[in-house]
Structure formats: C-alpha cells, structure tokens
C-alpha cells in the first residue's frame, strides 16, 4: 500500500512505516494535481501539514483510506465529511506541543531585549553606530516577576505555562472549556514541582496581563480585536502561533503603532502564504514563518506518531 507524504515525512516516520511493509511517497504534487497523483498511484494514505488541503472534491474523487495531519489544527481537511465516508483521520496532537511553547519564549525573549531589531540593525551600522544602538536598546525588560496571560490552556498552552513557570512568570489562563488544570514542572534531576492553574474570564486576564500567548484553533470571528486591545495594559506584548484569524491583524497594525501593544511575535498569518506587508514592516514585530512544530526533535515525533497510528489501522 502506498503512502503520500505530501508535506515531507521525517525519516523516523518513513523507516517505520517501510519497516511495516508501506511504500512512502515524498514527492510534493501541487494541490490542482492531487488527485490524479493520488488516483494514478494508488495511493490510500495521504499525510499532510498546513500546506496542502484536502477538501470534499478531493475526497469524492479518491478511495483513500486515511487521511493525516502532522501537527494539531485540521482546518485544512473536511474531518466531519471525510468520517462520514468511512475515511480515518488522524493527528499528531501532543507531538510538537513542547516545540511550539518554545517558540513562544524565542520571541519573548526576542522582543524585550529588542533581538528582532538589533539583528537588522547590527549588520547594518553596528560599526558607525554602536554607541547610539546601544542607547536605543538599552530599556529592555525581564519577564521574570511578569504575568503572562495564555489563551486556550490545551497541551500548547499548558507546555508554554511550564516554561512561564521556570523563568519565574505568574501564570493566568482563559479557557471556556476548562476551570482548573495541575501541571507537573519536571526538572533535569527527577525533582518535580506542581501547580494548579485556575481558569479565568477573558476580561480578567486581558486586563492583568503584561504578555499574552495564544493556543486556540481556528476561529469564525476574532478572538482578539480593538476591544479587547483597549482592555490591556499599555505597553503590553503578545504571540500569535496559533492560527491566523484569531487576531485581528488590522487592529493589531493600529494597536502597535499607538503604542498601546509594545510588541507582537508572529508565526501565524491570516493571509498565508502571502501575509500583510504591513504588518511584516513593523518595527516592533517578531516574524517567523509559521514554523512553531518545525523542530527537528519534533518531526520525529510527528512522524513516529502518524506511523504508528497507521499501522494500527491498517495492519
């Protein structure tokens, strides 16, 4: 049986999967050309990242058996219509929790001591301008004593809260399907501290907040726009590397340039691949491109996983 890995496979998930008798297909067929690759293939498994869709018209016009996304959100496959059909899909929920929490804390840490600027900077006039860099980055701040505020307190939110926790962050959190969540901060030597977080509303914890970290799937309407940029502190600062949408990036845009949002970090776009320009000429953002699970560490998860879960239902 053979398996298209349209979006790249780890090589641990690939050997796992030949080790089971499965032929892996990595060639990345654009999207219009799927389903006479699929078709013309035989192919019954089709793996997927964010990159590529896999729609109903793509579903009706296949007899694939399983359909998998390497990572978390699945917004880019019709689930429900794909189930209906008897087709399995399946996902990689826990695997790159830890990878994306600690892409949060690259651009925290980034942005208060002014890294996603001075790294333009630097190569620029570091050699004519040192002392006059130095003076402009010389007001940075220490998230140590800082509270943070996590929207969406699943496995992302509560792998970020943990690192929160270690720098010494108080931790406040909004979920409105969840009221209380323990953690268990695991240390290199076996030591192990807990802490239970009890769930806020949002109007609380946009107000008390000084940082904000978003982990929630896809969103019908923003779950982040002016109103709410107006109950924060002045001054405060966020990370988006959820989805795309759940911030109104229009809002976001005026709030940085008022002054109200000291900084942003984004890794989620709501028009990708082609993200406002924009907001991508900010000063004051911290930009990468969508790469919170791209972790060497945690593609092998993800890979491993996905085989895993394919030979359990195809074997």
């Known amino acids: 049986m053979k398996i298209l890995a349209n979006d790249g496979l780890a090589a641990s998930g690939i050997k796992a999967l030949e080790d ?38 793509l579903i009706d016009a296949t007899n694939l058996k399983i359909i998998g996304r390497g990572g978390v959100g699945m917004d880019n496959i019709d689930v429900d219509y794909a189930r209906a059909k008897g087709i399995s899909v399946i996902n990689t929920p826990a695997a790159s ?15 208060v001591r002014f890294l996603h600027d001075s790294n333009r900077a630097m190569p620029l006039d570091g050699d004519t301008k040192f002392k006059g860099l130095k003076k402009a980055y010389a007001k940075g701040r220490e998230l140590k004593g800082k509270t943070i505020g996590i929207f969406g307190f699943g496995r992302i939110g509560q792998e970020t809260a943990k690192i929160a926790l270690g720098v010494g962050m108080k931790v406040i959190a909004f979920d409105p399907f969840l009221e ?19 769930t806020q509303s949002k109007e609380n914890v946009l107000k008390e907040a000084d940082f904000f970290s978003f982990h929630v799937p896809a969103q019908k309407d923003y ?25 109104d990036e229009v809002a976001l845009v005026d709030a940085l340039e008022s002054g109200k949002v000291a900084y942003a970090g984004v890794d989620t776009f709501e028009n990708e691949p082609t993200p406002a320009i924009k907001l991508l000429m ?34």
Do not use: C, W, Y
Not at 180 to 193: A, C, T
Not at 229 to 245: C, E, P, W
């Open 20 to 57: 089971a008798g499965f032929e892996v297909l990595t060639t990345t067929v654009a999207q219009d050309q799927l389903e006479n690759f699929i078709n013309e293939n035989n192919v019954v498994v089709l793996l997927v990242r964010s990159a590529t869709t896999v729609r109903k018209e």
């Open 97 to 111: 929790s830890h990878s994306v929490a600690e892409l949060v804390f690259a651009h925290l840490f980034g942005m």
């Open 180 to 198: 209380k969540v323990h953690i268990d901060l695991d240390f290199f030597d076996g030591q192990k501290v807990g802490f239970d977080i009890v």
């Open 223 to 247: 779950l982040i726009s002016n109103a709410e940029f107006d109950m924060m502190k002045t001054g405060a600062a966020l990370v988006n590397a959820a989805r795309g949408g759940v911030i």
């Open 282 to 315: 900010l000063p004051n953002v911290s930009l990468t491109p969508h790469i919170g699970a791209a972790t060497l560490e945690a593609q092998d998860r993800i890979g491993l996983e996905l085989a895993s879960q394919i030979i359990s239902i195809l074997k």
